[in-house]
């Protein structure tokens, strides 16, 4: 057994359809039609195509209309990748198997890296899910009105509701697979997902490298005073210490770690949750009455994005669930014939009511908007 596949691992990507032994180091190319299923090729279209137009959107904020929030947040979003992944598929190389141990695995896709670990549609994820949040909280004027940690807070809000309709389908549809094994991260779970995961990964990582990257490379209410260099060393900072929020925020229920100790656990997890969701839907609330008194910060200079993708990621998610919904109403015990787990449907439901909010706030408050006012004010 070679160093990058071992018992764990092993285990869960048999589960997965295929062998983690003798995996390319750098990258690996699939047949696109020849994958586990055809979901896995719509979930690639749609997430690098989202990653792809973001950039360009990024860009052109920068460039044309000189702010540099975009640009930054999309490549701290990799470079914080870069730093939390890898300890993730590979613990065993960071000294890390006796405190976090083999999590998850991956699906193979079209394109992968790293010994088959990195799928290219989660390279492009973290950028694209940032930008997604991120351009629908600033169109809603959130940070002209109420500041960096307030809008960051939002974003961490959005992010959860966009991202859990995505996660809590994953593992159904064998996009990836949780390693049952490892009670010690992957418990306490909501349905097939740990709810660690639900907290640090789709709502603390993403508002705090707002925050850092609005406070370092911004004001988001104006053009930057920072070009080139001294924009991509601030950016760097940024997806780097990211990890470091989400250290401190998984300490109040990592205090209770152990088996005896997963209601505890579930109750600190499940309190952090409900804090994400009452301070998002009270920003959410604010900003539509500020849309409707017409009181929100001017739309972007090209508002395409934040009016586009969101719906087009909702909606081919919604696709995709009622895809999978045959097998969920079909599952036992949380688990469908084909012997994969099934996430929350309840919770996926209301994470899709609330993106559906955020996205018709964001379609009233892009409209309404008089063209005229500058931009960044």
Known sequence: MDHTCDSAAERVAEGLGFSCHDANPIVTFRD??????????????????????????????????????????????VVYLAVIEPPLYFPGWFGLEEHVGFIFSHNVFTVQFMYDRLPLYIVAFYPALSQLAYEIVRSLGVFARRGPLVGSVAVAFACQVFYEIFDHLGPQLKWWAWNPGNEMINQPALASVPMNSMLLFASVSFGAMTYLVVRLVGPEDGRAAFTGPRIAWRTAVAGAVTPLA???????????????????????LGAELAVVWIAGLCLLVDAWRAVRADAAAPAAASPLFARTYPAAYLAVHVVLWLIALPAYFASADGVTEEGTPVGSLWYAALCAAAATAFILVTLRATRSRPAARPVGS
């Open 246 to 268: 989400m250290i401190i925020v998984s300490a109040p229920s990592g205090a209770f770690r152990g088996e005896d100790r997963l209601g505890i656990q579930r109750a600190v």
């Open 32 to 77: 696109p039609f020849g994958l586990e299923n055809g979901t896995m090729l719509v979930l690639e279209l749609l997430i690098v195509g989202g990653a792809v137009f973001a950039l360009v959107h990024a860009w052109r904020r920068w460039r044309r209309d000189g702010h540099p929030v975009n640009i930054s947040l999309w490549f701290a979003s």
